[in-house]
């Protein structure tokens, strides 16, 4: 039996903790989508194609990995492409106490399980928001994010 699971996410844009989690799931699963969530009204850096295209670049070198594009409900998007399982990176237990909430919702909705893999001690305090700020700020952010996203990163900051 193929196990499909999907890993859902903003990304705006992708960081190190998710390339982590991409890489551990493709290790472990037959095949991962990773679902790029399209919402017209949560302002992003990046435009869904732009998010799309750092994440394909990124995962080029793992065979059993796609990504995709999703709008409306997260367990419409896994039923339609027949994925019965999420899969998320936990940092700690702020995440947890929020994830938990989701995943019972997803479960309740459609029946789709949630698996969380722990994040990576040397990224569990990534976020996109807060790199994002960080950058804005004038801080560092070389490490977390794979290089070429850090340069368009810093660009488009210089950009506005
Ligand atoms: O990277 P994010 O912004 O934390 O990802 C959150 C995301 C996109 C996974 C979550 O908001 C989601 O699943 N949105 C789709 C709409 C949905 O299904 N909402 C009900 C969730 S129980």
Not at 26 to 45: C, G, L, S, T, W
Not at 93 to 98: A, I, K, L, R, S
Not at 122 to 139: D, Q
């Amino acid at each position: 039996m193929t196990v499909r699971v999907v890993c859902p996410g903003s990304f705006d844009p992708m960081h190190a903790g998710h390339l982590d989690v991409f890489t551990r799931a493709a290790e472990r699963f037959d095949e991962v989508v990773v679902a790029v969530v399209d919402n017209p009204n949560k302002q992003a850096m990046f435009d869904l194609d732009e998010r799309l295209a750092f994440i394909k670049e990124q995962t080029a070198q793992l065979d059993n990995v796609r990504a995709a594009p999703f709008e409306g409900l997260l367990v419409d998007f896994c039923v339609a492409n027949d994925i019965s399982l999420i899969c998320k990176g936990l940092r700690g237990v702020t995440d947890f106490e929020y994830e938990l909430q989701m995943a019972h919702m997803n479960r309740q909705l459609a029946g789709v399980e949630t698996i969380f893999l722990p994040s990576t001690p040397s990224s569990s305090h990534l976020s996109s928001s807060l790199i994002k700020e960080v950058a804005r700020l004038g801080g560092t952010i070389s490490g977390m994010l794979p290089e070429p996203i850090e340069a368009a990163l810093l660009q488009r900051l210089q950009q506005r």
